[in-house]
C-alpha cells in the first residue's frame, strides 16, 4: 500500500481503540516522556479536548485528505467542537504564514524535519508498549497508549485518554444514558461545593476516595475497620465517627459495602445512616445487592426526607484506582445530577437507567455473565491440561480470537502463575451469582448457566477460596 509521510505540526486524525478517529496535531513529546517501545508512533495533542497520546502511525490520517468521510461517520457535540477547534487553528495559522507559531514544532521554527512513514501493516503484540522501568498501565488494551493533559506534569501525570473521548449521545427516554465527561477546562475536573461522606474503604470504595480526594473534593470517611481511614486522613480525607455522623454532617453520602445485609445495617443499625438523615440530604447506594434491599433502602431514606441514589459500580480494584468504573445509577435524577462531579472523579462512564432497583438488576445481570465466563474459561484451561494440551498455548490461541480482551489474558496468566491476589473477591462474585439466580426465579426466567456456575464457585469456597481473586475459581476443578 501506498506510504503516508506525517511530520511534527501535520494535522491528522488519530483513532485510539475502539473510540471514534479524533482531529489531532503531530507535537513534539516532552523530553522526560518515554515513547512506547516496539511501535512505531506519533505523540499527538487532540484539538477539543487538550489531551496528548501516543498514536501508533497506522492509526493516523492526514486531516484534510479524511476530513469529509470523517465528519459523515462521526457524531455528536463534542466531536463537532474539536473540528471547529481544528477550523479555528487553521484560521489563526493562515493569518501568520510569515511568523513561526512556536506551538508544536520541536523548536518553535517550521523547519523541515525527516518525515516519518506509516507503515500499513497489523497490530503488533501490545505487551510490547510495556516498559519494565515504568510503571503498570492500564487493564484494557486500549488504555496501553497514553495522554498527558496539558495541565500536569509530563512525568507524573498519566491517564487513558479514552477517558476523556468517550462520547455517548443521552438519550431522552426513561432509561436514559449520560456519559460521565471528566474533560473540563485543561483536562480537570471542577469538584462540587457539596460535603461528601463515603462508608466502606474496602477493594472498591479505597480507590474511589482516593480519586476523590486528588480531584479536590471535601470527603468525610468511615470504615468499619477505622485503621483503614488512617491513610486517607493523610490525604486529606476528614474522619467520621460513626455512618449517622457522616451522613448528618455530609450534603452527599455515599456507601460501598460487602452484600445486602452489610448494606442494610450500614442504614438501620445502630448509629446508622438513618439517624443522621435530614430533609435534602442525599445517600448514595453502591454496593452490589439484590433489588429488594435497594427498594427497602430508597423508602426509609426518603420517609425521612432524604434523597436516594443507587449507583452500583462494574469493574475491579485496578479499574477502581485507575478512576474508570463504569457507574450504573438509578432513582432520584437530581441526585445524579448533582454527584456529576464525583462520578467523573471515579469512573469514565455513569448510565442513569430509571427507576431506583434497576441498576441492582442491570449490574446482578453483568456479574452473573462475568462470573459465569470466569467459571468457564477456567474449566478450559483445566480440561486442556487434562488431555495433554498445553495451557499457555491454549491461552495464546484464545487471546489471537474473538473472545480475546484483557479480562481473559490477565485472569488467565495470574492462574498459569498462581496468583490470585484479589482484584475482585471470589465470595462476591458467588454472592452475585446467587442474587442473580433468585432474581431468575422471580422473574420465572431459566439461568442454567449461571446455576451451574454458582455450584463451581461454591466449591471454590468449600476450598478456602474466599477471599482470593475470582480467577481462583480454577482450583475448584483440580481438588
Known sequence: ???????????????????????GKIVSPPKDLKKPRGKKCHFVKFF?????????VEQLKPYHAHKEEMIKIN??????????AVEDFLKKAKGKEQNSDGKGDLKGKKTPSKPLKILEEDDDDLSALKDPSEKPVKDDPHFHHFLLSQSEKPASSMEPISKRLKIIEE???STSIQAADS?????????????????????????????????????????RTAEKCDLFIQEGARLGRTPAEVASICDITFSCVSDPKAARDLVLGPSGVLQGIRPGKCYIEMSTVDPETIT??????????GRFLEAPVAGSQQLSNDGMLVILAAGDRTVYEDCSSCFQAMGKTSFFLGEAGNAARMMLILNMVQGSFMATVAEGLTLAQATGQSQQTFLDILCQGQM?????????????????KPDYYLKHIQKDLRLAISMGDMANHPTPMAAAANEVYKRAKALDQSDNDISAVYRAYIH
Open 1 to 23: 500500500m501506498a506510504t503516508v509521510h506525517l511530520r511534527i505540526g501535520d494535522l491528522v486524525w488519530g483513532k485510539l481503540g475502539r473510540y471514534p478517529p479524533w482531529p
Open 48 to 56: 477539543g479536548t487538550e489531551d496528548h497520546a501516543w498514536i501508533k
Open 75 to 84: 457524531k455528536g457535540k463534542r466531536f463537532q467542537q474539536a473540528v471547529d
Open 171 to 173: 438519550d431522552t427516554g
Open 183 to 223: 474533560t473540563a477546562i485543561n483536562g480537570s475536573i471542577t469538584p462540587t461545593d457539596k460535603r461528601i461522606g463515603f462508608l466502606g474503604l474496602g477493594l472498591m470504595g479505597s480507590g474511589i476516595v482516593s480519586n476523590l480526594l486528588k480531584m479536590g473534593h471535601v470527603v468525610t470517611v468511615w470504615n
Open 296 to 305: 427497602e433502602l430508597s423508602q426509609v431514606i426518603t420517609s425521612r426526607g
Open 404 to 420: 480475546a480482551s484483557t479480562f481473559v489474558d490477565q485472569k488467565c496468566q495470574n492462574i498459569l502463575q498462581g496468583n490470585f
